[in-house]
């Protein structure tokens, strides 16, 4: 109704005489005549409404209307034409999100910078949507601390839905591999603060991510899902992050290893049980050459079991090993070093989740120690992207790698996700 | 390598053995409402299953792999859209089956024709809750709308089936005439209430209220998707108290602790009702589950 009498102020003051002074002069009479005026399409107004109104209580009547409430729908078939009807806000923007993630430490050993601090680990911003028929674009743009806080990107591929063969499909660009079940998880979106020793010390720190292509072939196999992934991507040395400093400043040599083009794949069966239970188990493989001219070889195994108990409680077990192998150059020995997590996570209802987890790893191959811990985990929901979490863990770390060595140590996480914006993941 | 290859050929002529023993259509709803109207139109030309248990709430379905291989084979997909199940997306990405991604001849988007209510105006932002900025999704819970979604699935049925399309025609007009019977017996029923105030736990009953002629009074949730607390649910009792409200109209998969301290608070009645086919023995089909939801909905008006 405000718009419509600011409509008609607007015309008013266009078709409003140009001498004020005239105007002045005539200024009560003008008053009334537009009072009238607003009064008049005021009533025109109220009579189109009820018109319609009426007209629209004439179609639930062709349709049977039996209620007093909205037009009951037609009993026609929609024609093959029929748009969607929703809010009528066109829009050719991508589904933007951004997710922030907090992290604040409380440590009981010395000499990481981020000890006893609260503050922003990561922020994300991504982007998303359909670019052409069966052609689906994500990019994941991220500042984090390691790069102090530089905008990189992350995540940038295009997805294939249809090519042609009954269940394959395909991406390219550069993704977060889809090795084992976290590593191709966002930290904002996994179920933990803390990314288990074995992904940040034998697959990278930051997530093992490559740029390439990648083809996924639902196998036809009747009642079970089974998919295979194979691909070759490229490694950089920028995106490996194979080196990075610990907490003395020290470079060292952690995750993956392998730059430039490798072969990777990975085959994913899942199982339901009955309709509430679901089995599911991986094996993921990825293979390159070393600057040093090593070779390496990761590959990873993976189970999770999934249990639905009503509407929000969920049980859910899961547990990953890799095994690192890195074979010298000069000597052709090969060195492995392995490391594993297994983790029970209940979800009563849609706002809390428990956890306990496992993790013991060693670090790749030259180097020496690892970490043993044992975690409990608490996450609190408040919205669908907005939760805060806090992480217990107890154990060894025998390295200075990425945290500060120390027996014994007792070490809580408070992690806050907030997020904003619409944003889907894929399947994991 | 040579592994790798035999593996890819033995695979391709799986697929074919499979596509060619696949005879009979097969529709795949996103919820077991859907997967009923699916049923009542598509009768014995069709399977259908739903992805989602009777006992989800169809925000928090947790997409699983095994739903990938239904998806993978289905002919139909029906779906609520408005942005309610979007944990579908990540399952028809993989799912390789062009004829049911968007665009495909047997995707049904069966929110399409609906007059939405509840579209937010403005900027809209997370301390809102979870706000659907289509509009509100929970339009099945109108069974007026079934016939909406009814539509949409014979329409889909008849692009992938077009030999049957008389008899899918058919099927959809008495399902229509059920509905219609239904709503004159529901709206009968309700009109006897003493009062036309409600209180849901969750935003998913504005369909049901405007097409019945009864109001939200408030709702338990103090924004979309955000857990109740203590202080809005005295505030909120209290006002229930004044205003002589009878009813708190729960969703049968809600947790009873909010809606019995309310009840606890004001002395109106906790009526928990099915809003999924299956969910309740009483609600095994999208009308019986209409009577389900008028039935108790009396009784703890009274």
Redo the contacts between chains.
């Keep these: 109704m405000r718009t419509i009498w600011a409509y008609i102020a607007l015309c008013l003051a266009i078709a409003a005489p140009a001498d004020p002074v005239a105007a002045q002069a005539s200024g009560s009479t003008d008053l009334d005549q537009l009072k009238a005026i607003v009064t008049k399409q005021a009533e025109t107004i109220r009579e189109l409404q009820e018109r319609l109104a009426k007209l629209e209580a004439g179609s639930g009547a062709d349709t049977?209307q039996?209620?007093?409430?909205?037009p009951?729908?037609?009993?026609?078939?929609?024609g093959?034409a029929?748009?969607?009807?929703?809010?009528g806000s066109a829009s050719a923007l991508p589904d933007i999100a951004v997710f922030g993630n907090n992290l604040g430490r409380m440590l009981t050993a010395k000499g990481e910078p981020s000890r006893n601090q609260f503050r922003i680990s990561e922020l994300e911003l991504a982007l998303q949507q359909?670019v052409a028929?069966?052609v689906?674009f994500r990019s994941t743009l991220a500042a984090g601390e390691e790069g102090d806080f530089g905008m990189g990107l992350e995540e940038g591929y295009v997805?294939f839905?249809?090519?042609g063969?009954?269940?394959?499909?395909g991406t390219l660009g550069k993704r977060r591999l889809p090795f084992g079940k976290l590593n191709p998880i966002h930290p904002h979106a996994a179920p933990y603060a803390e990314t288990p020793g074995a992904l940040r010390y034998l697959a990278d720190p930051d997530g093992l991510a490559g740029n390439g292509v990648a083809l996924?072939?639902?196998?036809?196999?009747?009642?079970?899902?089974a998919?295979?992934e194979?691909g070759a991507v490229q490694i950089g040395a920028s995106d490996a992050e194979a080196s990075r400093p610990d907490v003395t400043g020290t470079t060292l040599p952690l995750g993956f290893g392998a730059t430039g083009t490798v072969p990777m794949g990975r085959l994913?069966l899942?199982?339901?049980l009955n309709?509430?239970t679901?089995l599911?188990v991986g094996s993921s493989a990825v293979a390159g050459k070393a600057d040093s001219g090593d070779s390496v070889r990761l590959i990873g195994a993976d189970v999770t079991l999934?249990q639905?108990r009503?509407?929000?409680g969920?049980w859910q077990l899961q547990g990953e090993a890799l095994w690192h192998t890195r074979k010298d150059a000069g000597s052709r020995l090969p060195h492995t070093r392995s490391g594993a997590y297994v983790s029970a996570l209940y979800a009563p209802?849609?706002?809390r989740e428990f956890g306990l987890r496992y993790d013991d790893s060693r670090l790749p191959w030259p180097l020496e120690g690892g970490e043993r811990l044992l975690s409990l985990i608490w996450s609190n929901r408040?919205?669908?992207?907005?939760l805060w979490r806090l992480q217990l863990a107890h154990g060894d770390r025998t390295t200075d790698a990425l945290l500060p060595a120390r027996r014994g140590l007792t070490e809580l996480t408070l992690q806050f996700v907030?997020?904003?914006g619409?944003h889907?993941?894929?399947?994991q | 390598m040579r592994m790798?290859a035999a593996?890819?050929i033995a695979?391709?002529v799986?697929?074919l053995s499979?596509?060619a023993a696949a005879a009979e259509l097969r529709v795949i709803a996103v919820d077991t409402n859907l997967a009923d109207i699916a049923k009542q139109v598509a009768g014995d030309r069709a399977s259908v299953e739903s992805l989602a248990?009777p006992?989800?709430?169809p925000?928090?379905v947790?997409?699983?792999?095994?739903m990938?291989?239904k998806l993978?084979r289905a002919d139909v997909f029906a779906r609520i859209?408005?942005?309610l199940d979007?944990?579908a997306?990540?399952?028809?990405?993989?799912?390789?089956?062009?004829s049911v991604?968007?665009?495909g001849k047997g995707y049904a988007?069966c929110?399409?024709?609906?007059?939405?209510l509840d579209?937010p105006t403005g900027r809209i932002?997370?301390s809102m809750?979870?706000l659907h900025?289509?509009?509100n999704p929970h339009y099945l819970l109108?069974p007026?709308?079934g016939?909406?979604a009814a539509?949409?699935i014979?329409?889909a049925l008849?692009?992938v089936d077009p030999a049957g399309q008389a008899y899918y025609?058919s099927r959809?007009?008495q399902f229509?005439?059920r509905v219609?019977a239904g709503?004159?017996r529901?709206?009968t029923a309700l009109k006897g209430l003493p009062s036309r105030d409600v209180v849901p736990f969750h935003k998913s009953w504005a369909y049901f209220l405007?097409?019945?002629?009864l109001r939200e009074f408030g709702v338990l949730e103090p924004k979309p998707?955000?857990?109740p607390s203590p202080g809005h649910v005295g505030a909120l009792g209290q006002s229930i108290k004044r205003a002589g409200v009878k009813v708190i109209l729960c969703e049968s998969?809600?947790?009873k602790r909010w809606p019995d301290l309310l009840a606890g608070q004001c002395g109106a009645t906790a009526a928990f009702v099915p809003v999924a086919v299956g969910a309740d023995p009483q609600a095994g089909d999208y009308v019986a589950m209409f009577d389900t939801i008028v039935q108790r909905l009396v009784s703890a008006a009274r």
């Design positions: 049977g039996t209620t007093d409430g909205p009951v729908p037609a009993v026609v078939l929609p093959p029929r748009k969607a009807a929703q809010s359909r028929d069966g689906l997805t839905t249809k090519l063969v009954p269940g394959l499909g996924n072939w639902l196998l036809p196999v009747p009642s079970l899902f998919n295979l194979v994913w899942s199982k339901a309709p509430s679901e599911e999934k639905m009503g509407a929000f969920r209802d849609q706002y408040m919205t669908e992207s907005s907030w997020g904003a619409s889907s993941h894929p399947l | 790798l593996l890819l695979g391709a799986a697929s499979v596509s248990r006992s989800d709430d925000h928090h947790v997409a699983r792999p095994s990938i291989v993978s859209g408005m942005g979007m944990w997306d990540a399952l028809l990405d993989r799912a390789g089956n062009a991604q968007p665009d988007d929110s399409r024709g609906l007059r939405a579209v932002d997370p809750g979870d900025p289509e509009g109108d007026a709308q016939i909406l539509g949409n014979a329409a008849i692009r025609h959809f007009l229509g005439e219609k709503l004159q529901w709206s405007a097409r019945f002629g998707g955000v857990e998969f809600r947790s």
